[in-house]
T-cell receptor, first 111, second 111 residues
Framework: ETGVTQTPRHLVMGMTNKKSLKCEQH?????MYWYKQSAKKPLELMFV???????ENNSVPSRFSPECPNSSHLFLHLHTLQPEDSALYLC??????????FGQGTRLTVV | SQQGEEDPQALSIQEGENATMNCSYK?????LQWYRQNSGRGLVHLIL?????REKHSGRLRVTLDTSKKSSSLLITASRAADTASYFC???????????FGKGTRLSVIA
């Protein structure tokens, strides 16, 4: 266990559905991240939050909407996704520079 | 944009042999980290080497860093079947920038 918990672990959704991914950490970290991992591609940084403020959005389509209500919780709201959005979505947190702690990921399948 | 590039993409060795993976990057870095990922799971931090360090050890792991060549290597000695996983290098350009990962090296250790 890394101290970063993601739910759900698996999610199957239709293209017209709305769902949310949740990430929480109680490590006292100030920064939280969403990464997307597709087959045979590097991890893609999607969003970064520092002290609840979004500091990076890497040209992510608007069908992905992040929310960070506090330093311990991070959400990724999903709506009208496409099949190519199927991937492993990983949440991570850090305290300053150094080691990132990752959750176990949510395996998302869009049908 | 992708920073680290691991080499080889895949490596298959016998148990007991040493495994060496390489990482090259493009811009100056604050530190370089190596992570491990079991299939479909989150990433786990292995070791961090700072830009002013040249070599670091942790158990059966040995990491080198050559900033003049912008490259790093990860050596796993006396490999075990349980070392089978994907290994990623990650860099950050400064203490305030998020980690950027490469595509990883898929290591298979055959018992």
């Amino acid at each position: 266990e890394t101290g970063v918990t993601q739910t759900p672990r698996h999610l199957v959704m239709g293209m017209t559905n709305k769902k949310s991914l949740k990430c929480e950490q109680h490590l006292g970290h100030n920064a939280m991240y969403w990464y997307k991992q597709s087959a045979k591609k590097p991890l893609e940084l999607m969003f970064v939050y520092n002290f609840k403020e979004q500091t990076e959005n890497n040209s992510v389509p608007s069908r992905f909407s992040p929310e960070c209500p506090n330093s311990s919780h991070l959400f990724l709201h999903l709506h009208t996704l496409q099949p190519e959005d199927s991937a492993l979505y990983l949440c991570a947190s850090t305290l300053g520079p150094g080691e990132a702690f990752f959750g176990q990921g949510t395996r998302l399948t869009v049908v | 944009s992708q920073q680290g590039e691991e080499d080889p993409q895949a490596l298959s060795i016998q148990e007991g042999e040493n495994a060496t993976m390489n990482c090259s990057y493009k811009t100056s870095i604050n530190n370089l980290q190596w992570y491990r990922q079991n299939s479909g799971r989150g990433l786990v931090h292995l070791i961090l080497i700072r830009s002013n360090e040249r070599e670091k050890h942790s158990g059966r792991l040995r990491v080198t860093l050559d900033t003049s060549k912008k490259s790093s290597s990860l050596l796993i000695t006396a490999s075990r079947a349980a070392d089978t996983a994907s290994y990623f290098c990650a860099t950050d350009a400064s203490g305030n920038t998020p980690l950027v990962f490469g595509k990883g090296t898929r290591l298979s250790v055959i018992a």
